[in-house]
């Protein structure tokens, strides 16, 4: 093998490592171009002819919501987490409403909007976003714009709204959902929806109970995401003082 030969070889093999670890930088959003991929990604995900198609249980609950709606003082907003709480008996006399939906995302509650804001609720808490990082994938920069969509309807209909904090998921617990991928997103998420505080808008960290190191308390959790009744009491314990402030 003459010189030449193997400088080539070498050459080679060193373009090869370069880009693999250029390739495993840009997927873990460390390097260029990781922003541009998820912006081209988001704009495809966000065309009508590849949007997830809403589940059956989602059609339902939108169709009761649509059907009745009476009237509220408090409209809580979001997902399985929001979904699986009884609130009316949290916060007996309060006239609060369910509008959460398993599986759903801040886009879908954009599509069913109506429904919320039909019930004439002085006060929207809303806390939703994981199953947008964990099962759609997006980008914190689409979440985020879904929910200042969110949070200006809410306004524009005469509600205050209290934007409460993403609950992370346990990294132990919770693999099913690539959890580990997604906290850094959760994380994100928060530090921006903490700057929509103003003077019709209020932001509660609900995660300061309930979340530690590795991010939901294993003590709080069976699947690693849904709470079990101490995290609801904890959650509670949170936003009581805003559900019932006159």
């Known amino acids: 093998?003459?010189?030449?030969?193997?400088?080539?070889?070498?050459?080679?093999?060193?373009?090869?490592v370069l880009a693999f670890g250029?390739?495993?930088?840009?997927?873990?959003?460390?390097?260029?171009?990781?922003?541009?991929?998820?912006a081209v990604r988001d704009y495809f995900v966000a065309r009508p002819d590849v949007t997830p198609e809403p589940s059956a249980y989602w059609r339902e609950k939108v169709s009761f919501f649509d059907t009745f709606r009476a009237p509220a003082s408090v409209v809580m907003i979001g997902d399985s987490l929001t979904d699986g709480a009884e609130w009316a008996e949290m916060f007996p006399g309060a006239g609060v409403v369910n509008r959460g939906i398993d599986g759903d995302t801040i886009g879908g509650v954009l599509?069913?909007?109506?429904?919320?804001?039909?019930?004439?609720a002085r006060k929207a808490f809303v806390m939703i976003g994981i199953n947008d990082f964990?099962?759609?994938?997006?980008?914190?920069?689409?979440?985020f714009a879904d929910y200042r969509k969110v949070?200006?309807?809410?306004?524009?209909?005469?509600?205050?709204?209290?934007?409460?904090?993403?609950?992370?998921?346990?990294?132990?617990?919770?693999?099913?959902?690539?959890?580990?991928?997604?906290?850094?997103?959760?994380?994100?998420?928060?530090?921006?929806?903490?700057?929509?505080?103003?003077?019709?808008?209020?932001?509660?960290?609900?995660?300061?109970?309930?979340?530690?190191?590795?991010?939901?308390?294993?003590?709080l959790t069976y699947d690693g995401v849904h709470l079990n009744g101490q995290g609801y009491r904890i959650w509670k314990d949170e936003i009581s003082k805003f559900v019932l402030a006159d």
């Not at 093998?1 to 090869?16: D, W």
């Not at 306004?155 to 617990?173: D, H, I």
């Open 111 to 120: 599509l069913r909007m109506e429904g919320i804001k039909s019930v004439h």
């Open 151 to 219: 949070v200006s309807l809410l306004q524009q209909s005469g509600t205050k709204v209290f934007v409460q904090s993403t609950v992370p998921c346990n990294e132990a617990k919770a693999g099913w959902i690539f959890c580990a991928a997604i906290q850094g997103k959760i994380k994100e998420l928060n530090r921006r929806l903490a700057g929509l505080a103003s003077g019709n808008v209020a932001y509660i960290d609900i995660t300061k109970g309930l979340a530690g190191e590795g991010g939901l308390k294993a003590d």
């Open 22 to 38: 250029w390739g495993y930088l840009a997927s873990r959003g460390e390097f260029f171009p990781f922003a541009q991929i998820e």
């Open 134 to 143: 964990g099962k759609e994938d997006r980008s914190v920069d689409a979440v």
């Open 1 to 16: 093998m003459n010189m030449r030969s193997l400088k080539s070889k070498i050459l080679f093999a060193l373009s090869l």
